[in-house]
């Protein structure tokens, strides 16, 4: 089961929550998704993981999208966080759309049960309704107001 909530900015996210991003590939790279994992390390000396899925194609989400998912499921992290901001930029595409385009092949994937934040900056309706519309075609996926650390700002 996947727990969705929002948070607007990384500070509300919870120290134990990894950060994934979704970034374009480097001139050498190749093929359809590579990942990078990194160890952070905050002001106060604690020590957490991150995750970068570099694309050579950033027009080809479906194909990408469904690798990440793929990996994610082998990562077997029991929350995270996405950067919905390195999703738009890599993909061009305004949030509606680039969430539609990835989280369609993305969420048919991903099996972890997982509780993962999606960072919706000032987006919050447009990436709610996308939500709405993974909720009813993909029966293990929940918005869980619990998990809305968005709402309480």
Not at 110 to 126: I, K, T
Request: proline content about 5%.
């Amino acid at each position: 089961m996947v727990n969705l909530g929002f948070i607007s900015s990384s500070e509300q996210c919870p120290p134990h929550v990894r950060h994934v991003r979704i970034l374009a590939g480097r001139e050498h790279f190749s093929g359809a998704g590579q990942a990078e994992v990194r160890i952070l390390t905050d002001a106060q000396g604690r020590t957490s993981w991150a995750l970068d899925w570099l694309v050579a194609a950033p027009g080809d989400v479906a194909a990408w999208s469904k690798l990440m998912a793929i990996q994610m499921n082998n990562l077997a992290w029991p929350a995270w966080w996405l950067d919905v901001g390195s999703l738009l930029q890599t993909t061009s595409l305004p949030a509606d759309s680039a969430l539609a385009r990835w989280g369609n092949p993305f969420w048919g994937a991903y099996l972890g049960d997982a509780l993962v934040f999606l960072d919706v900056g000032g987006r919050r309706r447009m990436v709610y309704q996308v939500v709405r519309q993974w909720e009813a075609r993909m029966p293990h996926m929940r918005f869980s107001t619990k998990h809305d650390l968005d709402a309480t700002t």
